[in-house]
């Protein structure tokens, strides 16, 4: 447990060096990684989304490729594709850039459904097929991906199975005005992405998240959380609420969280803490409810609020 909570304060203290002001989002980036989930950073332009996710990778001693999606994006582009050897007479996988421990999927929305899918089984299974072969994906396995909001011109939304795959949808948000002279001043001669050095490998990450499996989740935070995650499905502004999947993430999280701050044992307050970025996303809002403007995250708050904690633990 001492080496897991380590190694998470050194992942959260070195990627600040590049991410100035947002510790509670780096945080949960780490409870991510070491939940084995997979990470949606979503933001309007500019606020270090794409930095975040090269910081998390460059932090660790590990394989890296970074896919920039784009309208004419293949699903082979993503995966791989056999190519015919003529000498050996036979076919050979030549591996794509999801082929890797860390993945960065920049700008995902912009490619097309058909591509975004091609991503599904490795997020899920952390396996390719191709051609009707398997291949398994590397112990250490993560996808980053970006997306804008905001604008919405030559863009395909996430569907819902997608959007599922992610444990966590996170934002970045505009740094106080402190903080963005510190960018700026940062940045003058040098970037600092480009002094940030490896302060973990592959083979510890993957220990972490070992422990984070171990950490003790009594049966009342198993109810509660379960509770949660039910709540979504009956409210009268929900269409679709969290799945099961989505009670699996929760936990998970909140057991990284609970690593991160160096207990062996989950809180209520994990749970909470990680409520709004597992679960948000995972809604599927009434039209009446988008035509309110009511945000998933409001929903996800008042739920929180108004479930009771267990009063045994």
Known sequence: MDSAHELSIRLIENISLVIYGKRSEIELAVAGLLAQGHLLIEDVPGVGKTMLAKSIARSLGCSFNRLQFTPDMLPSDVTGVSIWNPQAREFEFRAGPVMAEIVLADEINRATPKTQSALLEAMEERQVTVDGVTHALPELFQVLATQNPVEHEGTFPLPEAQLDRFLMRISLGYP?????ERVVESQQLRHPIESLEPIASAAEVVAAQ????????????RRYLVDLVGRTRTLPDVHLGASPRGSLGLARAAQA????????????DDVKAVAIPVLAHRLLLSPSARLKGIAPKTLIEDI???TPVP???
């Open 257 to 268: 969280r609970a690593v991160i701050a160096g207990r062996d044992y989950v809180m209520p």
């Open 176 to 180: 106080p005005a402190v903080e963005e």
């Open 304 to 306: 929180v609020n108004d």
């Open 311 to 313: 009063g045994n633990l």
């Open 210 to 221: 070992k422990t984070v499996r171990e950490v003790h989740v009594e049966p009342g935070i």
